[in-house]
C-alpha cells in the first residue's frame, strides 16, 4: 500500500522555523520526484518545492526561494522541507506529493499525496 505521511507542522512565530518531513511507504522514493505543495483557506493549493528523481535538481516557487530547502534521504525514504524566515503567509496545510518529474515548470505530475500538515505562522 502507498503510503506519504507529512509530519512536523505547528505553530510558530514570524522569523521562525519549521522543518516538515514526509515519509514514503510502499514503493521506493527514488524513482520519483518529491514536491510539496500548500493550501491556504479561501485559495488554490499551489506548488511550493520539488526535487527530481534523478539528479536531486530543486526546484522553488518564487516566494519561498531563500527561505526553504527541499532535501531527500533515499536511505530512509524521507523528503524534508526545511522553512525558515516563516512569515504570516506560510500559514497553510501542505501536502507532499510524488510522481513522474515532468520539467522544471510543471514539476511533477502527481500520482500519490499525502494527507497534509498544518503550519500556522502567528504571533
Known amino acids: 500500500q502507498v503510503q506519504l505521511v507529512e509530519s512536523g507542522g505547528g505553530l510558530v512565530q514570524p522569523g521562525g522555523s519549521l522543518r516538515l518531513s514526509c515519509a514514503a511507504s510502499?514503493?521506493?522514493?527514488?524513482?520519483?520526484?518529491i514536491g510539496w505543495f500548500r493550501q491556504a483557506p479561501g485559495k488554490e493549493r499551489e506548488g511550493v518545492s520539488c526535487?527530481?528523481?534523478?539528479?536531486?535538481?530543486?526546484y522553488y516557487a518564487d516566494s519561498v526561494k531563500g527561505r526553504f530547502t527541499i532535501s531527500r534521504d533515499n536511505a530512509k525514504n524521507t523528503v524534508y522541507l526545511q522553512m525558515n524566515s516563516l512569515k504570516p503567509e506560510d500559514t497553510a496545510v501542505y501536502y507532499c506529493a510524488t510522481g513522474p518529474f515532468i520539467s522544471s515548470s510543471a514539476w511533477l505530475e502527481p500520482y500519490w499525496w499525502g494527507q497534509g500538515t498544518q503550519v500556522t505562522v502567528s504571533s
Open positions: 526535487i527530481s528523481s534523478s539528479d536531486g535538481s530543486t
Open positions: 510502499g514503493f521506493t522514493l527514488d524513482y520519483y520526484a
